[in-house]
């Protein structure tokens, strides 16, 4: 079983619409927890963290279940800008050590 | 530009040749990170440095493979008798301790 685990769709969208990905980790240690996203051949980029009481951006919701352990973003009003690959990333710290391990991404892809 | 730099952007060579890449980080951070990630896949862990020690190194970071920090800034990362399988984006990423990672342009690498 991978660390980190998401739906490669693509999820194919019309402008407007409200879509959800989901994330389950397998650590139930772990202590961060963020969004990232990324263009077609262009590095990821922190599009925002995950904190345990859930959090909004703009448009962007995301949240945290750790009883569960899975991660959800959800993206209201969809716009085309939005079409790219969003990667669920979770951390695990220590006082040596730490790392980000990355999910395999969810392409969107956001129609007119 | 105060993000992080990678060096080159572009890598092609033949198998059995050494390559070498190079990053250089935000220079307020102290934890290196360094990636790869081929087509479809999230980015994969393969080693990370706070200042110049090499905290971690993954499974997938065989013998021919090496990274160096010295004096905790640039990074270096070689890859000797390059392999077809090498082909990737090599990403390199820094952060403060447990906070997002920034993330460079990434070097692309394929091997003939």
């Known amino acids: 079983r991978k660390e980190v685990e998401q739906d490669p769709g693509p999820f194919n969208v019309p402008e407007g619409a409200t879509v959800a990905f989901n994330c389950t980790y397998s650590n139930s240690a772990s202590q961060s927890f963020f969004w990232y996203r990324q263009d077609c051949r262009k590095e990821p980029k922190l599009l925002m963290s995950v904190y345990s009481s859930g959090n909004e951006d703009g448009r962007f919701t995301a949240q945290l279940n750790r009883a569960s352990q899975y991660i959800s973003l959800l993206i209201r009003d969809s716009k085309l800008s939005d079409s790219a690959t969003y990667l669920c990333v979770v951390g695990f710290w220590t006082s040596n050590t730490g790392k980000l391990i990355f999910g395999q991404g969810t392409t969107l892809q956001v129609k007119p | 530009d105060t993000g992080v730099s990678q060096n080159p952007r572009h890598k092609i060579t033949k198998r059995g040749q050494n390559v070498t890449f190079r990053c250089d980080p935000i220079?307020?951070?102290?934890?290196l990170y360094w990636y790869r990630q081929t087509l479809g896949q999230g980015p994969e862990f393969l080693t990370y440095f706070q200042n110049e020690a090499q905290l971690e190194k993954s499974r997938l970071l065989s013998d021919r493979f090496s990274a160096e920090r010295p004096k905790g800034s640039f990074s270096t990362l070689e890859i000797q008798r390059t392999e077809q399988g090498d082909s990737a984006m090599y990403l390199c990423?820094?952060?403060?301790?447990?906070?997002?990672?920034?993330f460079g342009n990434g070097t692309r690498l394929t091997v003939t």
């Open positions: 990423a820094s952060s403060f301790v447990n906070s997002p990672l920034h």
């Open positions: 220079s307020e951070h102290n934890r």
